[in-house]
């Protein structure tokens, strides 16, 4: 059977041994880069606030429509550095529905994560849930928008002006992503980026963390470099969380075809939908009203009940024949030994959340995936011999 399929395909020209993962990094030409290096060898300038990291933060501020930003070594250097540069202590509530750096960064500055169900139309932090989870330690809100989709930040600023709290956004798939002509960064307190490999926009590694607070950018740029004001003055215990000249480097050449790439998804991505339309048992997210999105994530929920097959079973067919979808985000991170033992981890107090991460599929998509790759993944998806 499989054999008889491939040599269709092979006649189809459709090589079924290729393999098709997740994400795939979008890199410039390498002469482009070779200039770059070429200068840092020259100048000997690798690090600590160099030329082409104050260009790429300049550069970056404008792209984003953002008013001060502070490049950093990567993104959980950068959530962490966030919650010192706030004082952040006690409590904070946040969403098991991400990637593990969200609450892996609070454990790290001894802080304790209180989770809040998820919203089903949007799987961001529910606002509904929040005000219950309060007590006297709580200190601040950790959302997340995930998958790039805003997450309801009214609501949630308004819940944190009431109860005095402050709003730290992981923004790291949120790069470029704005509502109604206004960057998604300019909300809460502070929003933090990831440029790893897999985003939609990357410096190999990197992040930054965004702010509107002249002083709050100088204090976080103190505090990513040992907590050094100048010299001789110490601010405090900060850590190396700078990012360094090749990557800064590497980001002005990205900012140049980040609209493109982005472009390419949202193509893709309304391919993905057109195929997808009419499966029961599949559901996808359609765009939000008057957003810009960056489609970096292409999220499927499986329905056993509707679709006859559970999302493992998906996971599995897909792979055997050579597609690397990705379930994130399964587990979640409150069912992780580090969190499960915490009372806010109880199934009781999480239902939309573990439904959606037995049923979550990420579907490949970048900007060179090709229509008949994503033929031969909705074609998978739909039972369907090619
Ligand atoms: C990628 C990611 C991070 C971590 O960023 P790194 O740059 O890899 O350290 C944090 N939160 C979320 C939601 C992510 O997807």
Same mark, same amino acid.
């Given at each position: 059977?499989?054999?008889?399929?491939?040599?269709?395909?092979?006649?189809?020209?459709?090589?079924?041994?290729?393999?098709?993962?997740?994400?795939? =990094?979008?890199? =410039?030409?390498?002469?482009?880069?070779?200039?770059?290096?070429?200068?840092?060898?020259?100048?000997?300038?690798?690090?600590?606030?160099?030329?082409?990291?104050?260009?790429?933060?300049?550069?970056? *501020?404008?792209?984003?429509?953002?008013?001060?930003?502070?490049?950093?070594?990567?993104?959980?250097?950068?959530?962490? &550095?966030? $919650?010192?540069? $706030?004082?952040?202590?006690?409590?904070?509530?946040? +969403?098991?529905?991400?990637?593990?750096?969200?609450?892996?960064? &609070?454990?790290?500055?001894?802080?304790?994560?209180?989770? *809040?169900?998820?919203?089903?139309?949007?799987?961001?932090?529910?606002?509904?849930?929040?005000?219950?989870?309060? +007590?006297?330690? +709580?200190?601040?809100?950790? =959302?997340?928008?995930?998958?790039?989709?805003?997450?309801?930040?009214?609501?949630?600023?308004?819940?944190?002006?009431?109860?005095?709290?402050?709003?730290?956004?992981?923004?790291?798939?949120?790069?470029?992503?704005?509502?109604?002509?206004?960057?998604?960064?300019?909300?809460?307190?502070?929003?933090?980026?990831?440029?790893?490999?897999?985003?939609?926009?990357?410096?190999?590694?990197?992040?930054?963390?965004?702010?509107?607070?002249?002083?709050?950018?100088?204090?976080?740029?103190?505090?990513?470099?040992?907590?050094?004001?100048?010299?001789?003055?110490?601010?405090?215990?900060?850590?190396?969380?700078?990012?360094?000249?090749?990557?800064?480097?590497?980001?002005?050449?990205?900012?140049?075809?980040?609209?493109?790439?982005?472009?390419?998804?949202?193509?893709?991505?309304?391919?993905?939908?057109?195929?997808?339309?009419?499966?029961?048992?599949?559901?996808?997210?359609?765009?939000?009203?008057?957003?810009?999105?960056?489609?970096?994530?292409?999220?499927?929920?499986?329905?056993?009940?509707?679709?006859?097959?559970?999302?493992?079973?998906?996971?599995?067919?897909?792979?055997?024949?050579?597609?690397?979808?990705?379930?994130?985000?399964?587990?979640?991170?409150?069912?992780?030994?580090?969190?499960?033992?915490?009372?806010?981890?109880?199934?009781?107090?999480?239902?939309?959340?573990?439904?959606?991460?037995?049923?979550? &599929? *990420?579907?490949?998509?970048?900007?060179?995936?090709?229509?008949?790759?994503?033929?031969?993944?909705?074609?998978?998806?739909?039972?369907?011999?090619?």
């Amino acid at each position: 059977m499989a054999m008889a399929r491939d040599i269709i395909m092979r006649k189809k020209g459709i090589d079924t041994s290729d393999k098709i993962f997740v994400t795939s =990094p979008s890199l =410039p030409p390498l002469t482009e880069f070779n200039k770059y290096l070429k200068d840092i060898w020259q100048n000997k300038k690798l690090t600590n606030n160099g030329k082409y990291h104050q260009e790429f933060e300049q550069k970056l *501020c404008d792209y984003l429509g953002v008013k001060y930003c502070s490049p950093v070594a990567n993104g959980t250097l950068g959530l962490i &550095l966030a $919650l010192q540069a $706030l004082r952040i202590t006690g409590e904070v509530i946040t +969403t098991p529905f991400s990637f593990i750096a969200t609450t892996h960064a &609070l454990h790290w500055n001894g802080i304790t994560p209180v989770f *809040c169900d998820i919203s089903p139309e949007t799987l961001n932090i529910n606002p509904e849930n929040i005000e219950a989870l309060i +007590t006297p330690k +709580t200190t601040a809100i950790l =959302p997340v928008h995930v998958y790039g989709n805003p997450a309801d930040v009214d609501k949630i600023q308004k819940i944190a002006d009431t109860y005095g709290l402050k709003v730290i956004y992981d923004a790291a798939h949120a790069f470029g992503v704005k509502v109604n002509g206004d960057s998604i960064l300019n909300s809460g307190d502070l929003s933090v980026l990831s440029f790893h490999a897999t985003k939609v926009f990357n410096t190999f590694e990197g992040g930054a963390i965004i702010t509107n607070n002249e002083k709050m950018k100088h204090r976080i740029d103190f505090l990513k470099n040992f907590g050094f004001a100048d010299e001789v003055t110490i601010v405090g215990p900060g850590i190396n969380g700078k990012m360094n000249e090749f990557q800064a480097a590497l980001g002005l050449l990205q900012l140049k075809s980040v609209d493109e790439n982005i472009h390419k998804s949202k193509i893709i991505a309304e391919y993905y939908r057109q195929r997808l339309a009419d499966i029961p048992g599949i559901k996808f997210l359609k765009d939000f009203a008057n957003t810009r999105h960056n489609y970096s994530y292409f999220p499927i929920l499986i329905d056993k009940a509707g679709y006859g097959k559970d999302r493992d079973e998906v996971y599995e067919l897909l792979k055997q024949n050579n597609i690397y979808a990705r379930r994130y985000f399964y587990p979640l991170i409150s069912q992780t030994p580090t969190y499960r033992g915490l009372p806010s981890a109880s199934s009781y107090n999480l239902p939309v959340a573990e439904s959606v991460a037995k049923q979550i &599929l *990420c579907l490949p998509i970048y900007p060179d995936l090709t229509f008949r790759d994503i033929d031969r993944i909705t074609n998978l998806l739909n039972n369907k011999e090619i």
